[in-house]
């Protein structure tokens, strides 16, 4: 298939990152993606979901106040991650738009370009996703097979644990067996890179604002593909960093757990 060459993209892709408390890294990354993002003539959507921390100020830094291609949106209470995207999905008139973690770091445009071209050859590919790499360039296994309790309690509660029952449990949820050099469709894409038709977003609503965090991914997927693929493209690839809140706080422990219900309830209980 002859590559298709995009000299702006304007109208064609849009993006939207949600930010909250992500001083760490936040400078670091946006230095080098905003430019990028710039060249490309592509409209960004700055989401700063009520940071407490200097994710504000190094915002207000970075980010002109008459930027054309940069806008920044103001939350005034943590909505959560699927909620504060959803702020932008009346002001979105794209081709596509990318929903992105704040964690996650491009090099050029060309992972952008070669989604968008690879989407624009397979209109029955509703949402695609790439390849993700750790920092040192390791691959990261982000895709996933449909929730199911036991391997979901697994990842929180037996993670670094070899037994060959729980290891084979894990590679098969994350899809090692399947791999991650081939294009192939994936049933629960990572919300950390998201590239998604506009309209068909739109249509199924965003994401469900009943969940705070966590899952909010697996549903979307599934409602996209109620008419539509949900697809990973190992020919384009970012880095991401990857914080694993869920596993750090008993805080976002807690919240992971009533998403999951959430999820369950919603789309039916697997328990294996």
């Known amino acids: 298939m002859e590559k298709i060459k995009y000299n702006s993209l304007e109208n064609i892709l849009s993006i939207s990152i949600v930010y909250h408390n992500n001083d760490d890294y936040l400078e670091t990354v946006l230095a080098q993606v905003l430019p990028i993002f710039r060249e490309a003539q592509i409209h960004v959507f700055l989401i700063d979901n009520a940071s407490t921390d200097q994710t504000s100020k190094i915002l207000d830094r970075l980010v002109l106040v008459d930027d054309p291609w940069i806008t920044r949106v103001?939350?005034?209470?943590?909505?959560?991650?699927?909620?504060?995207?959803?702020?932008?999905?009346?002001?979105?008139?794209?081709?596509?738009?990318?929903?992105?973690?704040?964690?996650?770091?491009?090099?050029?445009?060309?992972?952008?370009?070669?989604?968008?071209?690879?989407m624009d050859g397979m209109p029955d590919v509703g949402l695609s996703t790439v390849r993700l790499l750790n920092p040192d360039g390791s691959l990261q296994p982000a895709n996933k097979r449909y929730p199911n309790v036991l391997d979901h309690f697994l990842r929180r509660f037996c993670k670094g644990i070899q037994w060959p029952l729980v290891r084979r449990r894990m590679e098969s949820y994350e899809m090692r067996d399947v791999g991650y050099d081939m294009i192939v469709?994936?049933?629960?894409?990572?919300?950390?890179?998201?590239?998604?038709?506009?309209?068909?977003?739109?249509?199924?609503?965003?994401?469900?604002?009943?969940?705070?965090?966590?899952?909010?991914?697996?549903?979307?997927?599934?409602?996209?593909?109620?008419?539509?693929?949900?697809?990973?493209?190992?020919?384009?690839?970012?880095?991401?960093?990857?914080?694993?809140?869920?596993?750090?706080?008993?805080?976002?422990?807690?919240?992971?757990?009533?998403?999951?219900?959430?999820?369950?309830?919603?789309?039916?209980?697997?328990?294996?």
């Open 74 to 118: 103001l939350s005034q209470q943590n909505l959560g991650f699927g909620r504060a995207h959803n702020l932008v999905l009346d002001r979105i008139h794209s081709r596509y738009h990318l929903i992105c973690n704040p964690d996650i770091l491009l090099e050029d445009v060309s992972p952008l370009t070669e989604c968008l071209a690879f």
């Open 185 to 272: 469709d994936v049933p629960q894409a990572t919300g950390a890179f998201m590239m998604v038709r506009t309209d068909l977003l739109k249509s199924v609503g965003g994401f469900d604002p009943r969940y705070f965090l966590y899952f909010e991914d697996a549903d979307l997927c599934r409602k996209i593909q109620q008419t539509h693929r949900t697809v990973y493209y190992p020919y384009a690839s970012a880095i991401h960093f990857w914080g694993r809140a869920a596993h750090k706080h008993l805080k976002t422990g807690k919240i992971f757990v009533e998403s999951g219900i959430r999820y369950f309830n919603k789309w039916g209980w697997k328990f294996i």
